[in-house]
Structure formats: structure tokens, C-alpha cells
Nanobody, 121 residues
Framework: QVQLVESGGGLVQAGGSLRLSCVVS????????MGWYRQAPGKAREFVAS???????KFGDSAKGRLTISRDNAKNMVFLQMNSLKPEDTGDYLC???????????????WGQGTQVTVSS
């Protein structure tokens, strides 16, 4: 069973920083793209950032210039460094990954449960 577990969320003042982590566990053959999405109350889930296994990154419009995504392929982890946080960054941050398990040759998409980030003004 593949599991994604996020950590690192919390309450921070505007202008502060947080570093989110996500670890993928299970019978993994390969992890492709890994990414982060934000779910704010009453709003649609929003793409934040992603990173391919080779390191290519993509960012949502709200993330550019303030957020950095990185990964540790040896540890099956992805990180999101968030700087200059704003109240509108508040939400549940969910980790997402394309994982090929050992018993398959196709990737399936998995989600974590999320870690809450609250930015106070």
C-alpha cells in the first residue's frame, strides 16, 4: 500500500517561512512527478508546485518567486520551502505523486492527507 505523509505545517505570521515535507512509502518501483496542492475552505484545489524525477519544476501563479520545491529521490521525499508567506497562502497542503509499484509497470496517482498551513496577518 502506497502512502504519502505530509508534515511541517503550522501557524505562522505573515512574512514568515515554513518548510513542508512529504514522504512516500510502500512497494515502490519508481516515483515520477511529485507535487503540492492547496485546498482552502470554500475554494477549489489549487496547484502549487511540482517536480519531476529529473528535477524539472513547475509552479502555480501564486507560488512564483516565494516557494521552492525540491526532492530527495533516495528517501522518496519532496519538500516545499515557503517564504514571505501571506494570509492567502492559508490552506491544507496536499502532497501528490505518480508512483509505479513493484507489481506494475504503470504509474498511479496518489494523494496524502494534507498538512494545515495558517498564515496570520
Amino acid at each position: 500500500q502506497v502512502q504519502l505523509v505530509e508534515s511541517g505545517g503550522g501557524l505562522v505570521q505573515a512574512g514568515g517561512s515554513l518548510r513542508l515535507s512529504c514522504v512516500v512509502s510502500g512497494p515502490i518501483r519508481h516515483i515520477g512527478a511529485m507535487g503540492w496542492y492547496r485546498q482552502a475552505p470554500g475554494k477549489a484545489r489549487e496547484f502549487v508546485a511540482s517536480i519531476e524525477s529529473g528535477g524539472t519544476t513547475k509552479f502555480g501563479d501564486s507560488a512564483k518567486g516565494r516557494l521552492t520545491i525540491s526532492r530527495d529521490n533516495a528517501k522518496n521525499m519532496v519538500f516545499l520551502q515557503m517564504n514571505s508567506l501571506k494570509p492567502e497562502d492559508t490552506g491544507d497542503y496536499l502532497c501528490n505523486a505518480d508512483v509505479v509499484v513493484r507489481t506494475s509497470l504503470r504509474a498511479a496517482n496518489y494523494w496524502g492527507q494534507g498538512t494545515q498551513v495558517t498564515v496570520s496577518s
